[in-house]
């Protein structure tokens, strides 16, 4: 396996994932395994990227991280504590760190309050800066996203898609946090607009050593703005490489499949697609069965992969895949689809 | 062949106590059977409008002021609605993006799709039902029987939008307009909804206009795109020439700010930041009488800015572009 340098990320460790679960109790008996045993690390200064169907736990994730859920187990270690277990004036502190942008812009800014009220809430609540002391930091930080200071006095209705995301971006960036968790941050903007959000992001990033935890659907998306990809499968993470080294040597069946249904159309994503791409959708979250969880679904499925739970090992440098049949099945011929 | 669906310099105007707003200026194209024009551009631009006005479903104040809207031939922007209604569901019909909000959630499937049917072929409600289960079938839902009497909260989204295409195409219309039909669904959902599409679409012979703004969804499906921008057709032609040599800015510019998946060896080379199209589509009420593009246009210059704009000409085989600085290609 060959694997270029550069494309590891080389940053110390700012964010640890160990192990999280967040599980649902069901009415009426049994309990959703929406996250069950994730475990990952985020580098300062990187992106790290999730991606995989609906369902398949990588928004829980966040959201588990975030503590808008609470976590069943695990421990999300930033700055050398587990904020999972911190309470009260810790946790604040430590939420000055690690800030969240969600899909809709709209539904996340509250409309009774102007743009400038909305960027300035986390200064006052997480810093106990007063209101004037809030406002004057407004300027520079509508500047850095792009928001001329007259915005401040507008409410949400009057901005545009990309201008309140712009906002929502703004208001992350209050407390200068490390490490921001976008959550399909661009899905719900225009093409165009999502271009000038993503620029965005990749700006920032330069200029303040952030690091992002990129939630998509969108695998272009993804390997645009990342660093490394951790593809989930209902709750687990089934494969996770440095980004190069995963749309160069995808290794996992579903990360084919994904792949397979993103290429451009043409003979050579027919003949993908033929092969790699899976029908149906996922199985119920619900008490998930035996052995590997892709395996109903999976074409290259034996009876070991009905009955053993395949392990996440490292197949290569920071490359690492849940499958008992790595190597043993022929990959899809990714240089011929590009070629066309 | 003469086209299933012929929109002829379609003008919407929309009235408020300011006066009368430009919505759709002067839009034509045309789709024939078995075949599918894809309508892109951002929100704003008018594609849902058209799909709405083709449909007879215009929200109050929005009215056409000029041009036709033949559906094999017969004018339905003129039609009177108890016309319209004996059209809809049967010879026209229509997907929407957002399945949950377009089924009625206390009415069972079968039910749903069994109604068009009762209503347009006068079918016994039995014999309605077993031709809903046919459609869940043709359009791959699996346990079919057990499906029909699901109610839509049951399913999952990928076999809600299964449902609807179920139900739009039970009286095998002539045409079928599929508003962004795969933007709520997972990337290997879409790619089968789209196959299902095609598939039916063979069968059939409809005619299919699909409003997106997935670039990699007009490749794979449609075979002529029309690009839309604030109220105008600015491009049109064949999908793979459009896509390959695009000569509008604002379609080269869309195609330019996706980034593009590169895999295998290719997924060593690096990108700079991603293309932008700087600014925001001009609200309505608010276009300019000049290229409406041209504010956000990095051709602009004086001839942009001193004339009108820019009419829809011919620039090539069955190619034509709304600029007045066309990008050249050498083929």
């Known amino acids: 396996m060959t694997m270029n340098a550069a494309s590891a990320p080389t940053g110390a460790d700012l964010l640890q994932v160990n192990d999280l679960k967040v599980h649902f109790p069901v009415p009426g008996g049994g ?51 587990d904020i999972l277990g911190l ?12 800030q969240m942008v969600f899909q809709d812009p709209f539904a996340s800014l509250d409309p009774r309050r102007c743009a400038g009220d909305l960027v300035a809430e986390p200064l006052r609540l997480l810093e106990g800066l007063s209101r004037r002391q809030a406002a004057a930091r407004l300027d520079a930080l509508f500047a850095a996203v792009g928001l001329s200071s007259e915005a401040r006095s507008l409410f949400p209705h009057q901005f545009s898609g990309g201008q309140r995301q712009r906002l929502c971006i703004a208001r992350a960036l209050a407390t200068k946090p490390d490490i921001i968790v976008c959550d399909e941050a661009v899905s719900a903007l225009d093409v165009a607009i999502q271009a000038q959000i993503l620029n965005l992001l990749a700006k920032l990033q330069a200029e303040r050593g952030l690091a992002y935890i990129f939630i998509s659907h969108d695998l272009g998306v993804v390997q645009h703005l990342c660093d490394e990809v951790a593809v989930m499968y209902l709750g687990r993470i089934v494969e996770q490489a440095p980004t190069r080294t995963f749309f160069s040597f995808p290794r996992h069946p579903y990360s084919w499949s994904l792949i397979s249904a993103a290429v451009p159309a043409g003979p050579a994503r027919d003949a993908l697609k033929a092969r790699y791409l899976v029908r149906g959708e996922p199985p119920s979250p619900i008490d998930p069965p035996a052995g590997c969880r892709f395996a109903g679904r999976c074409p290259f499925a034996v009876e070991r992969c009905r009955a053993e739970d395949p392990a996440l090992l490292a197949t290569g440098p920071g490359h690492y895949v849940a499958c008992h049949r ?5 990959a899809p011929d990714f240089d011929r689809a590009q070629a066309a | 062949m003469a086209p299933v669906l012929a929109v002829e310099d379609l003008t919407v105007t929309l009235t408020q106590p300011g006066g009368p707003v430009p919505v759709l200026e002067r839009l034509s194209f045309s789709v024939e059977a ?23 479903l215009m929200p109050e104040g929005f009215a056409r002021t000029d041009g036709r809207i033949r559906l094999a031939g017969e004018d339905i922007a003129a039609a009177q609605p108890s016309r319209l209604r004996a059209l809809r569901g049967s010879a026209l019909s229509m997907i929407f993006q957002e399945p ?42 699996p346990a079919a029987e057990r499906r029909l009497h699901a109610y839509p909260h049951q399913l999952s989204g990928g076999m809600r939008q299964r449902v609807m295409i179920a139900m739009a195409l039970a009286c095998r219309p002539k045409l079928l307009i599929a508003d962004e039909p ?7 959902v879409q790619a089968q909804v789209f196959d299902l599409l095609k598939a039916l679409q063979d069968e059939m012979g409809t005619a299919i206009v699909l409003i997106t703004h997935d670039l990699g969804a007009v490749a794979d499906i449609a075979d002529t795109v029309a690009v839309l921008y604030a109220g105008r057709c600015i491009e049109q032609g064949n999908t793979r020439s459009v896509m390959r040599a695009p000569q509008h800015p604002y379609t080269r510019g869309l195609m330019g700010c996706t980034p593009h998946l590169r ?61 007045w600085h066309p990008e050249a290609h050498t083929a």
Do not use: W
């Open chain 2, 182 to 188: 795969t933007t709520a669904l997972d990337v290997t």
């Open chain 1, 326 to 330: 790595v190597g043993e099945i022929e």
């Open chain 2, 100 to 141: 949950m909000t377009a089924l009625n959630p206390v009415y069972t499937v079968g039910d749903q799709i069994a109604e068009a049917l009762r209503l347009h072929q006068r079918l016994e409600r039995r014999a309605a039902l077993e031709r809903a289960l046919a459609m869940l079938r043709a359009v791959q839902i």
């Open chain 1, 31 to 81: 309990r959703v395994h929406a996250v069950d045993g994730v475990s990952f690390v985020v580098r300062r200064g990187a992106s790290f990227g999730i991606v995989g169907e609906s369902g398949s736990g990588k928004s829980t994730t966040a959201q588990g991280i975030m503590r808008l859920v609470p976590a069943t187990a695990g421990q999300v270690v930033l700055g050398g504590a």
């Open chain 1, 87 to 98: 309470r009260g004036p810790r946790l604040r502190q430590a939420r000055r760190h690690i």
């Open chain 2, 34 to 56: 078995g075949r599918t024009i894809a309508l892109v551009g951002e929100s704003g631009c008018g594609k849902s409008m058209t799909a709405l006005a083709i449909m007879g």
């Open chain 2, 263 to 323: 895999l295998g060896a290719s997924a060593d080379a690096g990108t700079g930041p991603l293309r932008e199209i700087p600014g925001l589509v001009p609200p309505l009420g608010r276009r300019p009488a000049i290229c409406a593009f041209a504010d956000r246009c990095g051709r602009a210059d004086a001839t942009c800015l001193d004339n009108p704009q820019p009419p829809l000409s011919e620039a090539g085989p069955s190619r034509a572009v709304a600029c």
